[in-house]
């Protein structure tokens, strides 16, 4: 049984900086495509970001193209968000998931508070 386990939320102040880890354990996790969502309370969860299994194909919302970059290190079984120039919308808790068919994502992680002040 897979599972996921992210760190590195916490409080911020707008336009800082935070580098989200996920890690994978008990699964091939570097077969898999891989992206981070978030959800701000009384929102719908949104994907903010999804990598390849390779690592070469990378996808962003339009909310954090240019301020957030993905990356995977599959030696490491880890994945990890850059998220810079953070604003206050960039609020909510992040999840990261494996997909295990398109647009499918089977396995989830716990979570990862990211707070934003003024």
């Known amino acids: 049984q897979g599972q996921l386990a992210e760190s590195g939320g916490g409080s911020v102040q707008a336009g800082g900086s935070l580098r989200l880890s996920c890690e994978a354990s008990?699964?091939?996790?570097?077969?898999?495509?891989m992206a981070w969502f978030r959800q701000a309370p009384g929102t719908d969860r949104e994907r903010v970001a999804a990598?390849?299994?390779?690592?070469?194909?990378?996808h962003y919302a339009d909310s954090v193209k240019g301020r957030f970059s993905i990356s995977r290190d599959n030696a490491k079984n880890t994945v990890y968000l850059q998220m810079n120039n953070l604003k206050l919308e960039d609020t909510a808790v992040y999840y990261c998931?494996?997909?295990?068919?398109?647009?499918?994502?089977?396995?989830w992680g716990q979570g990862t508070q990211v707070t934003v002040s003024p």
């Open positions: 990598i390849s299994f390779s690592g070469r194909n990378t």
């Open positions: 998931a494996s997909e295990s068919v398109p647009g499918e994502y089977d396995y």
């Open positions: 008990g699964r091939a996790f570097s077969s898999y495509d």
